[in-house]
């Protein structure tokens, strides 16, 4: 660790500090600049990126079409979040948070806005009627790992990934604290898993959907290079999951989506053929 760090009385913003993402990180919110969103033929409109909340929703969607939901077709747009997209002006108007994935649905007479992935998973389940029961326990269960997913991949991603992978020195004490909560999160999974073939019980869900980007990636070993450090290879259960979830062809096919690197996947997508 370095010295020790004594906070000053009133903390102020050093923008040369924040390490890799020191160009989009800032302690205000609101647009940064006009930027006029495009709009595509589909009623859905979606503006993302393929990281592991970006691929939520694109799963989703490739998921919905899979089981013949035509209103599911989407245009999916690039957000460059290295570059500041979300910080554009109509980019804001749809999520004031300034962070992807943002949505418009435009199949009614008023264009419903949505953000954060959970939500726009949650509305989408209801919308097509799919990957989501309709009451009772099997619902609750369902809803209760989809708040566990959007209250623990910040530990994983925010704290673990950051102080692992991107934080401009490598400091002990950050990197063993999110190591140790990133592992008992796994413990968790693989836990559930145990007795159970998907995460709420024995359907796939919008669970499954909203934790595998996260936790199937990083047991798979895709996650900040970190599959050794936190021997990954122990959530057998995790492992058996992930490799179930991972050869859907839906899941691949929404894995390829928003991708700003071409050997990766597509950057926008139209069409379905954009994805064969």
Known sequence: MPDTYTPPKVWTWNKDGGGRFA?????????????ELPIGRHPLQLYSLGTPNGVKVTIMLEELLAKGHAGADYDAWLINIGQGDQFGS?????????KIPAMMDRSGDTPVRLFESGSILFYLAEKFGEFLPTGG??????????????????????????FYAYAPEKWEYPINRFAMEVKRQLDVLDRQLAERPFIAGDAYSIAD????????RTVEGQSYGAGEFLAV????????????????????????????????????????????
Do not use: C
């Not at 909203?210 to 199937?216: D, E, F």
């Not at 992930?242 to 839906?250: G, H, L, V």
């Open 90 to 98: 109509d980019f804001v108007a749809i999520n004031p948070n300034s």
């Open 209 to 216: 959907i909203a934790i595998y980007p996260w936790y199937g």
């Open 137 to 162: 326990a099997a619902r609750a269960e369902v809803m209760n790992w989809l708040f566990w997913q959007m209250g623990s991949a910040p530990y994983l991603g925010g704290g673990f990934g950051h």
């Open 23 to 35: 160009s989009i990180n800032r302690p205000i919110a609101g647009p940064t600049h006009d930027a």
């Open 233 to 276: 290879h122990e959530y057998t259960n995790v492992q058996r999951w992930a490799a179930e979830i991972a050869s859907r062809p839906a899941v691949m096919r929404g894995k390829r989506v928003n991708k700003a690197n071409p050997e990766e996947g597509i950057r926008e997508r139209h069409e379905a053929a954009d994805l064969d």
